[in-house]
């Protein structure tokens, strides 16, 4: 590539509201700042954690990274991925390696998990998405890692019906997407942003067709890439990356 041609790439994508890079990087979409993380699940395998082989719960990145270095694992990206119980025990749909935790939750309620549609992010071998609880549980999907979270940010490319362009919710929120070419794409606000700003992001600045909230004010990140490990309150679910020692 010649040097002109390597600063009209650099260019092009320093113009860019979200360029498309691999790992985790700073971004801003709409005057709002976030941290995206994008993944290639066939070659950067994703995997679901909660509870350590005693069944207590892990409950930081940190007691999740000290785990995993103890089969010889680096961890390199970890973030909450999903609601729990005061006992950090997930709420929806929870599988982990193919061992089904607790079952799809359809049940209304108040809170953010009810405020349906919600929804389903799953991952199996070198596939991942984000499908709403009643066509996940319509389509008989029996996927290796899952957790249950809401609402649905984005719906087959639309926003969440009950978000409002003029909300006053203002919060710091994380969520994760997948695009139509297969790419994970994991999003935390940097400043408190609202629900229709933050599904605003994942369809048009991420194009995601699908994506689902994961969680608001305990929504935390850990990447080596960027020396974070943000530890600020226990944790149910994480979604993490590795590497082998």
Same mark, same amino acid.
């Given at each position: =590539?010649?040097?002109?041609?390597?600063?009209?790439?650099?260019? !092009? *994508?320093?113009?860019?509201?979200?360029?498309?890079?691999?790992?985790?990087?700073?971004?801003?979409?709409?005057?709002?700042?976030?941290?995206?993380?994008?993944?290639?699940?066939?070659? @950067?395998?994703?995997?679901?954690?909660? /509870?350590?082989?005693?069944?207590?719960?892990?409950?930081?990145?940190?007691?999740?990274?000290?785990?995993?270095?103890?089969?010889?694992? =680096? *961890?390199?990206?970890? =973030?909450?991925?999903? =609601?729990?119980?005061?006992?950090? +025990?997930?709420?929806?749909?929870?599988?982990?390696?193919?061992?089904?935790?607790?079952? *799809?939750?359809?049940?209304? &309620?108040?809170?953010?998990?009810?405020?349906?549609?919600?929804?389903?992010?799953?991952?199996?071998?070198? $596939?991942? &998405?984000?499908?709403? $609880?009643?066509?996940?549980?319509?389509?008989? @999907?029996?996927?290796?890692?899952?957790?249950?979270?809401?609402?649905?940010?984005?719906?087959?490319?639309?926003?969440?019906?009950?978000?409002?362009?003029?909300?006053?919710?203002?919060?710091v929120r994380n969520g994760v997407g997948v695009t139509k070419t297969g790419e994970v794409v994991f999003a935390l606000s940097e400043n408190a942003v609202t629900f229709y700003e933050f599904a605003a992001l994942f369809r048009d600045g991420l194009n995601t067709p699908n994506?689902?909230? /994961?969680?608001?004010?305990?929504?935390?990140?850990?990447?080596?890439? !960027?020396? +974070?490990?943000?530890?600020?309150?226990?944790?149910?679910?994480?979604?993490?990356?590795?590497?082998?020692?």
């Amino acid at each position: =590539m010649t040097v002109r041609r390597l600063i009209a790439v650099l260019a !092009l *994508l320093a113009a860019s509201p979200v360029a498309a890079l691999a790992g985790c990087a700073p971004e801003h979409h709409e005057g709002n700042a976030y941290t995206i993380c994008r993944f290639e699940p066939a070659t @950067q395998p994703l995997e679901l954690f909660n /509870l350590n082989r005693d069944g207590e719960p892990l409950g930081n990145f940190t007691t999740l990274a000290r785990t995993l270095a103890g089969e010889g694992k =680096m *961890l390199t990206f970890a =973030m909450n991925a999903g =609601m729990f119980d005061n006992k950090l +025990r997930p709420i929806g749909l929870y599988v982990e390696r193919g061992e089904l935790r607790k079952k *799809l939750n359809r049940k209304g &309620g108040f809170g953010n998990f009810h405020l349906k549609p919600n929804g389903v992010f799953w991952i199996e071998g070198s $596939t991942a &998405g984000v499908t709403e $609880t009643e066509a996940f549980a319509k389509s008989g @999907q029996k996927p290796v890692f899952a957790t249950q979270s809401g609402p649905m940010l984005v719906i087959n490319g639309k926003i969440h019906p009950r978000f409002s362009e003029g909300g006053t919710s203002f919060k710091v929120r994380n969520g994760v997407g997948v695009t139509k070419t297969g790419e994970v794409v994991f999003a935390l606000s940097e400043n408190a942003v609202t629900f229709y700003e933050f599904a605003a992001l994942f369809r048009d600045g991420l194009n995601t067709p699908n994506a689902l909230f /994961l969680d608001g004010s305990i929504s935390s990140l850990y990447s080596t890439e !960027l020396g +974070r490990n943000d530890g600020f309150l226990p944790l149910g679910p994480m979604v993490g990356a590795y590497e082998m020692k």
